[in-house]
């Protein structure tokens, strides 16, 4: 059985830092292009970041660009978030995803492309 598990979140004031974790057990990941997305009270889940298989490329929405850093460890089969410079629209729980995009693309990933979701973790950022 296949079951991601995400760690990290919390309550933090704007302008810290968190690093979500998402490891992953029942089978390897390293084929996969993995991705963070987020849902906010009464909005849709939107994409975050994605990294490729090795991890050499990485993608943002614009919303986090330059604050967000997506990596990961295949060797572990854990993905991780690290995320400084916290807002307060940041708020959210944030879910990590397998995705089965079939090539790395520098683009959003739509949620119909992801096989398996994480449970999610809820980051809730203060002003």
């Known amino acids: 059985q296949v079951q991601l598990v995400e760690s990290g979140g919390g309550l933090v004031q704007a302008g810290g830092s968190l690093r979500l974790s998402c490891a992953a057990a029942?089978?390897?990941?390293?084929?996969?292009?993995m991705a963070w997305f987020r849902q906010a009270p009464g909005k849709e889940r939107e994409f975050v970041a994605s990294?490729?298989?090795?991890?050499?490329?990485?993608y943002y929405a614009d919303s986090v660009k330059g604050r967000f850093t997506i990596s990961r460890d295949n060797a572990k089969n854990t993905v991780y978030l690290q995320m400084n410079s916290l807002k307060p629209e940041d708020t959210a729980v944030y879910y990590c995803?397998?995705?089965?995009?079939?090539?790395?693309?520098?683009?959003?990933?739509?949620?119909?492309?992801?096989?398996?979701w994480g449970q999610g973790t809820q980051v809730t950022v203060s002003s």
């Open positions: 995803a397998v995705t089965e995009v079939p090539a790395y693309t520098f683009s959003p990933i739509r949620p119909g492309m992801v096989a398996y």
């Open positions: 029942g089978r390897t990941f390293s084929g996969n292009v």
């Open positions: 990294i490729s298989r090795s991890g050499s490329s990485t």
